[in-house]
């Protein structure tokens, strides 16, 4: 049967018509979508921004992302979140608040999927030693990488380089390339994407110090955002266990985050009567928390970085992770020959000490510790 024949498919609704009766006038459709770089033929029931979450999931790159860190290493345990379990967490907020908003969801979990897809080994740690490395290359960004994986480096399909995404999920990484620049303005669903990340990782970065015994909830409450945030929980459950305590307190929040970018956005949305995608983009409005909230976040956020990412502990992780990137940059740089062979054809095209990053960036922690110890420690 063919996928162009719909006369074969009774019933189908198409996803035009889906959209058409569930996004709002702001939302990004998929008909007004640019398309791709290399053009292909549309799919009779799978939209675009559909095709680009499954390819992005199928990716090499995407799979590697379970063996990543996010903040601490497999060294302390197998509970704190990997760089997958922390995008799939970012891809769930975002999909909440986009059904919310009504804004489109498959292009929100296709930039939720794609946006720390080319971080490198040993989290932040290791993409400012690889940033250190490439300084007289134009320097290393997870974000920009993330588009050269994407455009260049995983090719898995027949006729063109790459995923060929849209250029919708493109241009939104693109932003997160080049946050400074105030000449762009990115979709809502971008925006959106963004805020997600935020009430993501303050709140799995708060479970994952207690869990791990870098905090205690009694230290964290010395923050505003998490002793209310105590205060709700203790005011709803008595003689919570400490695991349970930990745990609804996660909970509760992600949902006052949630919710108050519900009511700051919604309140705006409703009232600004935009018409389009691209009047949206052009509202001096962005999609993140009302001022107050904003306000309680930066400080717990200020609070995190002294007591958790500058813990003694964390640094040492960080500080031994930095020294064998460099140590690893420095031996293939020498030894090129060690490179496999897509990375040292690429060589040849983007110069070898760029290729020789894109390759440690693609490792995950553990086969980076297995080529330091094998070639170069």
């Known amino acids: 049967m063919s996928l162009d024949d719909r006369s074969l498919l009774p019933g189908l609704q198409t996803y035009q018509e889906r959209e058409a009766a569930l ?11 640019t398309g791709r770089k290399h053009p292909e033929p549309e799919h009779p029931y799978r939209g675009p921004f559909q095709r680009d979450r499954d390819r992005i999931l199928h990716c090499s790159a995407y799979r590697r992302l379970s063996g990543k860190m996010q903040v601490f290493t497999g060294e302390m345990g197998d509970y704190p979140r990997t760089r997958l379990t922390h995008t799939q967490e970012v891809a769930s907020i975002a999909r909440t608040i986009a059904r919310a908003l009504q804004l489109n969801e498959d292009l929100v979990e296709a930039l939720a999927l794609f946006h720390d897809i080319g971080h490198p080994p040993f989290g932040h740690a ?38 060929n995404l849209t250029r919708e999920v493109l241009d939104g990484q693109g932003v997160r390339a080049d946050k400074q620049n105030p000449d762009l303005h990115p979709l809502l669903e971008v925006q959106l994407v963004d805020a997600a990340d935020s009430v993501t990782y303050d709140a799995h970065d ?19 955002l998490i002793r209310e945030t105590l205060q709700r929980v203790n005011e709803r459950f008595e003689g919570l266990s400490p695991r349970v305590l930990r745990q609804t307190l996660v909970h509760e929040l992600i949902d006052y985050q949630v919710s108050d970018v519900l009511r700051h956005c919604g309140r705006y949305l409703a009232d600004a009567k935009l018409s389009s995608a691209r009047q949206a983009r052009r509202a001096q409005f962005f999609i993140g928390p009302s001022s107050e909230v904003a306000a309680q976040k930066t400080e717990l956020e200020r609070f995190l970085y002294d007591r958790v990412y500058r813990h003694p502990e964390i640094i040492r992780i960080r500080e031994q992770a930095q020294s064998r990137l460099r140590r690893m940059f420095a031996g293939y740089l020498r030894q090129p020959e ?3 062979k897509r990375y040292l054809t690429r060589s040849e095209s983007v110069g070898l000490p760029r290729s020789v990053g894109e390759y440690i960036a693609g490792m995950t922690d553990r086969f980076c510790n297995e080529q330091y110890e094998r070639y170069f420690s």
């Open 23 to 33: 996004l709002a006038p702001y939302a990004m459709r998929s008909i007004d979508s």
């Open 126 to 163: 290791g993409e400012d030693a690889l940033d250190e490395c490439l300084k007289d290359e134009g320097g290393f960004s997870h974000n920009q990488h993330a588009l050269t994986i994407a455009e260049e480096i995983d090719v898995r399909y027949h006729g063109f380089p790459g995923l």
């Open 206 to 224: 708060t479970d994952d110090a207690v869990k791990l015994g870098l905090l205690s909830l009694d230290e964290l409450a010395e923050v505003p």
């Open 338 to 340: 060690l490179l496999t």
